[in-house]
């Protein structure tokens, strides 16, 4: 999807701003698309990075990006051309690329399943002021229903107040399978995490439905907290995270 189609279907949600994420599944770390539509609308949009943290030269790939406006890395270690759970989060070569998004305040995606979670909790033992954001909010277990004892490792994260969340459709339908309702799952998220860590990812255009129909599926599900929390879900994390999404009217 282009740049230009993607803020025709913006604006038939009603979106004003989002934070683009590099496809790693279609273009790998060549970020350059994204760095060229966040340049071309930087009123509508900042940027989400991907990088190989593993490289010896993963800190200077990092500056590169940044210095193209970018204001967010993404790791990928699991999906649909990847399936299981990569096990190099806390691979020693890592840290210096770690150390760098710490000293930054770079905001790290995760996209990773709940198995990596003793991997991360490592890096943030080492990098206590890191900042890390959970993609499908690492893929927990929602149906077996409350008290949600499949998800006790997400709980476990909430501790960190460095771990923020990104709920997306595949969670907002997994509140409806099994034993889960959305009031029961979501409101746990909200109590253990709190509104301010927990954002909206529309996950388009990778998910069959269309970007209002994503919206609508996520206001749904969250119809039933107050009214701030919805504000921080859909807008003010987000902000918060990626700043440049603020800066502009």
Same mark, same amino acid.
């Given at each position: 999807?282009?740049?230009?189609?993607?803020?025709?279907?913006?604006?038939?949600?009603?979106?004003?701003?989002?934070?683009?994420?590099?496809?790693?599944?279609?273009?790998?770390?060549?970020?350059?698309?994204?760095?060229?539509?966040?340049?071309?609308?930087?009123?509508?949009?900042?940027?989400?990075?991907?990088?190989?943290?593993?490289?010896?030269?993963?800190?200077?790939?990092?500056?590169?990006?940044?210095?193209?406006?970018?204001?967010?890395?993404?790791?990928?270690?699991?999906?649909?051309?990847?399936?299981?759970?990569?096990?190099?989060?806390?691979?020693?070569?890592?840290?210096?690329?770690?150390?760098?998004?710490?000293?930054?305040?770079?905001?790290?995606?995760?996209?990773?399943?709940?198995?990596?979670?003793?991997?991360?909790?490592?890096?943030?033992?080492? #990098? +206590?002021?890191?900042?890390?954001? $959970?993609?499908? /909010?690492?893929?927990? @277990? =929602? *149906?077996?229903?409350?008290?949600?004892?499949?998800?006790?490792?997400?709980?476990?994260?909430?501790?960190?107040?460095?771990?923020?969340?990104?709920?997306?459709?595949?969670?907002?339908?997994?509140?409806?399978?099994?034993?889960?309702?959305?009031?029961?799952?979501?409101?746990?998220?909200?109590?253990?995490?709190?509104?301010?860590?927990?954002?909206?990812?529309?996950? #388009? +255009?990778?998910?069959?439905?269309? $970007?209002?129909? /994503?919206?609508?599926? @996520? =206001? *749904?599900?969250?119809?039933?907290?107050?009214?701030?929390?919805?504000?921080?879900?859909?807008?003010?994390?987000?902000?918060?995270?990626?700043?440049?999404?603020?800066?502009?009217?």
């Amino acid at each position: 999807m282009s740049v230009e189609h993607l803020i025709v279907e913006q604006d038939r949600a009603g979106i004003r701003k989002a934070a683009l994420v590099q496809a790693s599944t279609c273009y790998g770390h060549d970020n350059s698309y994204v760095a060229d539509a966040v340049a071309a609308y930087p009123r509508r949009f900042t940027g989400v990075f991907s990088c190989d943290i593993l490289a010896p030269d993963a800190c200077e790939t990092m500056a590169c990006w940044m210095a193209r406006g970018l204001t967010g890395m993404r790791l990928f270690t699991t999906g649909s051309t990847m399936p299981g759970q990569a096990g190099w989060l806390d691979d020693p070569r890592s840290f210096p690329a770690w150390r760098k998004a710490e000293e930054a305040r770079v905001p790290v995606c995760l996209q990773m399943t709940a198995d990596g979670i003793p991997q991360v909790e490592k890096v943030l033992d080492r #990098f +206590p002021r890191l900042i890390v954001v $959970l993609d499908h /909010l690492a893929r927990p @277990a =929602q *149906d077996d229903g409350p008290p949600y004892a499949g998800a006790e490792s997400l709980w476990r994260l909430a501790k960190r107040p460095g771990v923020y969340v990104k709920a997306t459709e595949r969670n907002f339908v997994g509140a409806t399978k099994g034993k889960a309702t959305p009031e029961s799952f979501f409101g746990r998220l909200a109590s253990e995490f709190g509104a301010s860590r927990i954002a909206w990812g529309s996950n #388009f +255009p990778a998910s069959e439905r269309s $970007l209002p129909e /994503l919206l609508a599926l @996520a =206001q *749904d599900a969250v119809a039933f907290l107050p009214e701030t929390d919805r504000e921080w879900i859909f807008s003010r994390t987000a902000q918060r995270l990626y700043p440049a999404l603020a800066n502009h009217a």
